[in-house]
């Protein structure tokens, strides 16, 4: 059976190009970057290169750059450094941010004390700015607003910029879950005053288990995991040295290719979304991932007009790969924080959300087979798109 991968924004299959710098790299630089000798120097010389092209491309400094396992570990060194060691009482956050976030967030509430405010979207998925505000300046407690730049389930964008700039009139520090919009997007934290953000480089075509954390300098953060003085002494023990030149390689291709491959996605995406309204009698698409320019355009959340909580197990013996919501939520028996924020009730009890993600490699061949196994699972509900007159 063709197997078709419709769920990107879980993950990215490696590039061949990535494969193949990393498996150089484990052949011939496996000496350890604190080592004083040659072989151990030429690694720390690798993970020193590609720390400073990520910092090209975020247009910051090499030391604000620190490498980590992942979006995951990144975003749990913000949050919890920043309760204890920058002294911060109070974070304002969202229902809709990912749960390594969320989780976080209530962990600090749980073990520190820390006071817990949400932002609550609106029906949209979007975040009203001016109430922001309001909560920002209706404490004296030192604060952390942590908001999520492009949702995971649904690719709403986040105005991280004046989000940023609020925080810092303020005097409040912003941290941003920047995982899903790392390396697909242009992004310049000298004019983004963002004090913390995450990536993780399996999101765009890189390895899992390596990604990093922006830390602005003189921020004092420090960090968690203690044992050398590796990356800054922010994140001790032994560099993932492959999997950090597979980070940069991917980013580096990513750049390189930024406007060619958004295009193509951006193409595949419409292609997708009115496939669906042709073919399907009442879909309809959450938040704002439907729309080109307020969605992350790697992201369609499609909500289909039947209730069927096995469809992604019937798409996937179709040989279809996808997700119902974000990956972490996947086969839970409820639906997720951000459906639950977003539909209402009878949206909730009738319909089923299908994440549909994609990649430069997603062909429209690969849609169409999409589409007639969701007309077929559709028929079986007698909402097919039929040409006889609607009710």
């Known amino acids: 059976m063709e197997r078709i991968y419709l769920d990107n924004a879980a993950t990215t299959p490696l590039s061949e190009e990535v494969i193949d710098a990393m498996v150089e790299v484990m052949k011939t630089n496996y000496g350890n970057p604190s080592s004083t000798h040659s072989l151990g120097q030429d690694a720390k010389v690798l ?9 090209d491309y975020l247009h910051v400094s090499p030391a604000e750059i620190i490498f980590t396992s992942c ?20 974070i304002i956050t969202s229902p809709m941010e990912h749960k390594c976030v969320a989780e976080t967030v209530l962990d600090m509430k ?15 998925g979007d975040f009203d ?16 607003v942590t908001l999520i730049h492009a949702n995971n389930e649904i690719g709403n964008l986040l105005d991280i910029k004046k989000v940023a700039e609020m925080c810092k009139l303020n005097d409040v520090l912003f941290h941003s879950d920047t995982v899903q919009s790392m390396a697909h997007m242009e992004m310049d934290f000298s004019q983004i005053p963002v004090d913390f953000a995450s990536c993780s480089a399996h999101k765009f075509h890189g390895p899992k288990g390596s990604g990093f954390a922006f830390v602005r300098k003189a921020s004092g953060l420090k960090g968690i995991i203690t044992g050398g003085p590796q990356e800054r002494s922010l994140r001790a023990g032994t560099e993932n040295v492959c999997g950090i030149v597979g980070l940069g390689k991917a980013l580096e291709l990513s750049l390189d290719h ?13 292609y997708t979304r009115d496939r669906l309204l042709a073919e399907i009698d009442g879909v309809k698409f959450n938040g704002r991932s439907a729309e080109e320019n307020t969605s992350l355009y790697t992201v369609l959340s499609v909500l289909l007009p039947f209730k069927d909580p096995m469809i992604g197990l019937k798409l996937d013996m179709k040989g279809i790969a996808i997700s119902q919501g974000s990956a972490c939520s996947s086969g839970a028996s409820k639906p997720s924080m951000v459906m639950m924020m977003i539909l209402d009730e009878e949206e909730m009890e009738d319909c089923t959300p299908l994440r549909v993600s994609f990649s430069h490699l997603t062909t429209k061949e690969e849609i169409d087979s999409l589409i007639d196994a969701l007309k077929e699972i559709a028929a079986s509900f007698n909402i097919e798109k039929t040409n006889v007159q609607h009710r």
Request: hydrophobic fraction near 35%; charge should be positive; glycine fraction near 4%.
């Open 258 to 270: 930024m406007e060619q491959y958004a295009s193509h996605m951006k193409e595949i995406k419409n």
């Open 110 to 124: 749980k073990r520190r004390g820390v006071e817990v405010v949400y932002l609550r979207p609106d029906k949209k």
């Open 71 to 90: 979006g995951t570990e990144s975003n749990n060194m913000i949050i919890k450094s920043c309760v204890d060691h920058l002294g911060v009482e109070r």
């Open 129 to 144: 700015l001016v109430k922001l505000e309001e909560l920002i300046k209706s404490s004296d407690k030192k604060t952390l």
């Open 47 to 55: 993970i020193e290169n590609v720390r400073r092209q990520v910092a």
